[in-house]
């Protein structure tokens, strides 16, 4: 099962759900947040659905096209919305950060941040990012094989296969999960997580230097549609504290 937030024809929020190979209007939802917070009570988000009744069919592929798709999940609060990653989670990650190190020799500068050092692979992650467009409801495939690609004017620039899974991993979901929220910050009733995995699959270690507009995608066809998020450049935005920098 998976589901979708979106705005429909009169540019109200909406929740669709596929399932059996169909696309479905939630009825009486506006939010999947909502429907978690119901599904709290009923017994999961299937039977949350379920007591909700489903409406008029949706095209999925149409509301992508016309930029009327949402993020899949999001808070009423943003700032109870916590976006969280781990790193060098899959068996090829190490492998690929190992050659990556070796063939730049010494350090260099003005790079992604994470080729400088080990040490800043979790300062590196510390970026503007977004998930693809449908959350897929239930337990997660032990073998995920998908595709990273990146577009430039419409043309493949680079592009690789990747692997994702359990049986693909060095950590089981579960073991992440613990470590997650075993730090009381993380343990607060009613917020959302968005948790990052790491990829043995990086553009920048085959040596590819991006710029504005090129458009990263990563596809794989057990989530549904693709996750497209283009490049764009903004100007820094210095922090200042008590007057410093």
Known sequence: MHLIQYFDANGARAVAVTQNGETRQVQG?????ELAQAA???GGLSAAVAARGLGAAVDKAALLAEGRLLSPIDHPDPTHLHVTGTG????GSAATRDAMHKA???KPTGELTERINYLFLAHSKLRACSFGPELRVGDLPSHIEGVSRILRDGQVLWEKPFLSGEDNMSHTIANLEYHHFKYGLFCQPGDVHVHCFGTATLSFADGISTKEN???EIEESQFGLPLRNP??????KPVVINGLY
């Open 40 to 42: 709290l009570s009923v």
């Open 214 to 216: 090129d458009v990263f």
């Open 104 to 106: 730049s020799g010494d």
């Open 29 to 33: 939802v506006t939010s999947v947040y």
């Open 231 to 236: 490049v764009h450049v903004e100007d820094e």
């Open 88 to 91: 060098l989670t899959h068996l």
